[in-house]
Nanobody, 127 residues
Framework: QVQLHESGGGLVQAGGSLRLSCVASGRPSSSYAMGWFRQAPGKEREFVASIDGTGRYIYNADFVQGRFIIDSDSADNIVYLQMNSLKPGDTAVYYC????????????????????WGQGTQVTVDS
């Protein structure tokens, strides 16, 4: 069983930055595909960004528009989400997800495609 633990959330002013981290433990594979999702109050969980097991291929949601950067440290089983130019609309609980990929360079954008989930970390952007 793989456990995911997110950290790095908090309260930030509009225009500020945060760096989220997600550590995988419990015999994770360094080749796991990883993703970030978010859920705002009263809204459905939405895809933010994903990265393949090699760390070379990424997929971003349209709203990212270059503001967020996903990267990973496969040696330590950590995936990051650097969030810049934050807006109040980015306020949400951010979740990390992982899955054993169909092939090494696969990336996934649907929540139903992921096997493991973290508990989430709250990000609040104050205007």
């Amino acid at each position: 069983q793989v456990q995911l633990h997110e950290s790095g959330g908090g309260l930030v002013q509009a225009g500020g930055s945060l760096r989220l981290s997600c550590v995988a433990s419990g015999r994770p594979s360094s080749s796991y595909a990883m993703g970030w999702f978010r859920q705002a109050p009263g809204k459905e969980r939405e895809f933010v960004a994903s990265i393949d097991g090699t760390g070379r291929y990424i997929y971003n949601a349209d709203f990212v528009q270059g503001r967020f950067i996903i990267d990973s440290d496969s040696a330590d089983n950590i995936v990051y989400l650097q969030m810049n130019s934050l807006k109040p609309g980015d306020t949400a609980v951010y979740y990390c997800a992982a899955r054993n990929p169909h092939f090494q360079t696969a990336v996934y954008r649907e929540a139903t495609e992921y096997e493991y989930w973290g508990q989430g970390t709250q990000v609040t952007v104050d205007s």
